[in-house]
């Protein structure tokens, strides 16, 4: 059993929104920073959002004024909610937890094409 999984990707026009979601399990969600990365074929993982267990969050500016990161510790899970979406944001998303261990998710695929 996965502990982290996303959901919420799909293909969606230029400008819309989506809201993914990263469900954890076996893990102490409260006390993990988490955070939402994102990969094309051929390019590395880069970072687009963080959230600290004490609720600060840090975006890429690639992110800024469009995405919001939020965690819910009562349901173990982190949100990105994605608003404006540009083709350049189509990628694979991947869920991390990070505190002393890491822990990534398997990815939910963001296609933003007309």
């Known amino acids: 059993q996965e502990r982290l999984v996303e959901s919420g990707g799909g293909l969606v026009q230029p400008g819309g929104s989506l809201r993914l979601s990263c469900v954890s399990s076996r893990i102490t969600f409260n006390v993990y920073n988490m955070g939402w990365y994102r990969q094309v074929p051929g390019k590395q993982r880069e970072l687009v959002a963080t959230?600290?267990?004490?609720?600060?969050?840090n975006y890429a500016d690639s992110a800024k004024g469009r995405f919001t990161i939020s965690r819910d510790n009562a349901k173990n899970t982190v949100y990105l909610q994605m608003d404006n979406l540009k083709p350049e944001d189509t990628a694979v998303y991947y869920c991390?937890?990070?505190?002393?261990?890491?822990?990534w998710g398997q990815g939910t695929q963001v296609t933003v094409s007309s």
């Open positions: 991390k937890a990070e505190r002393i261990a890491v822990w």
């Open positions: 959230v600290a267990a004490d609720g600060t969050a």
